[in-house]
């Protein structure tokens, strides 16, 4: 062999060898922010030797059931209360890798302007699934409009309302149909990720909104097997970067607040 035939084969040795060292990443997301801040690090990864492949789902159990499968490696659209209750129900053994980022959850309508307008028996939309339903009868609590019993915790629901001073009509609804609605019911408590994805802006259209202290930060989950990979270590690594840190203040404006 020749020293050009040599070189030619060296070369085709080490592209082959790079290939086969890269790791491949499978993250279910559901579309804003999630898998746009997934989409933000995937070159970033790429350099690192990690080939990010992200599948955009919209509702909130199809991501838990892929993983819990092993049809995806991790996924990245819930907070540790939601999670922790998907387990229980489930009888799945989901796993927080990190924690990334806070949606703080907001009141929404196209009928009034404050919710102090509100009128005897108003019609309230809230998430159906139970961690998304007592966050937003917290937080109508919060501003008063309801009272919850004593031991209420994240898990509310309508029935666990102690006093409704202007009988307000809670409808229980898909967390994804919500901003579909929003003409339909008078207020609706609508998770951030789906209100962007309206095109509402969280800091500017919501009646009420939870602070920057909200304990619900986002998470990135995976399995007992696989949370500590190399290349899940890398992808949580990347997620909680000064570039992420930057990317979602400047692209969010306060509607997706870094936890990190």
């Known amino acids: 062999m020749n020293l050009k035939k040599a070189l030619v084969a060296l070369a085709a040795a080490s592209v082959f060898s790079a290939a086969v060292s890269a790791e491949n990443l499978s993250v279910a997301a559901t ?37 819990d499968q092993k049809r995806m490696d991790a996924n990245f659209f819930q907070h540790q209360p939601y999670l922790d209750e998907f387990n229980e129900g489930r009888g799945t053994n989901l796993v927080t890798v990190a924690g990334i980022h806070i949606e703080p959850f907001g ?35 919060k501003a008063g409009l309801i009272t919850l019993k004593e031991d209420s915790k994240i898990t509310a629901t309508p029935r666990d309302i102690a006093e409704n001073p202007k009988n307000l009509d809670f409808k229980e609804l898909e967390a994804a149909t919500l901003p579909r609605i ?12 789906y209100a962007l994805e309206a095109g509402l802006n969280p800091s500017e259209d919501a009646l009420i909104i939870e602070g ?16 500590d990979s190399e290349a899940m270590q890398k992808l949580a690594q990347t997620l909680k970067s000064d570039a992420v ?4 203040k400047e692209k969010y404006e306060g509607a997706v607040v870094p936890a990190f």
């Open 31 to 67: 579309p804003v922010p999630h898998a746009e801040l997934l989409e933000f690090v995937k070159p970033k990864l790429a350099e690192q030797g990690v080939e990010l492949d992200v599948k955009v789902f919209t509702d909130y159990i199809q991501p838990n059931v892929q993983v």
């Open 245 to 248: 840190r930057d990317f979602i």
């Open 182 to 193: 929003l003409g339909q019911v008078d207020v609706a408590l609508i998770n951030t990720n």
């Open 212 to 227: 920057s202290e909200s304990p619900y930060v986002n998470i990135l989950v995976a399995r007992p097997d696989n949370k």
């Open 107 to 141: 009141a929404y309508s196209n009928k009034v302007d404050s919710l102090d307008e509100l009128q005897e028996g108003a019609v309230i939309a809230i998430p159906n699934d139970p961690t998304n339903g007592g966050r937003a009868l917290l937080l109508l609590q």
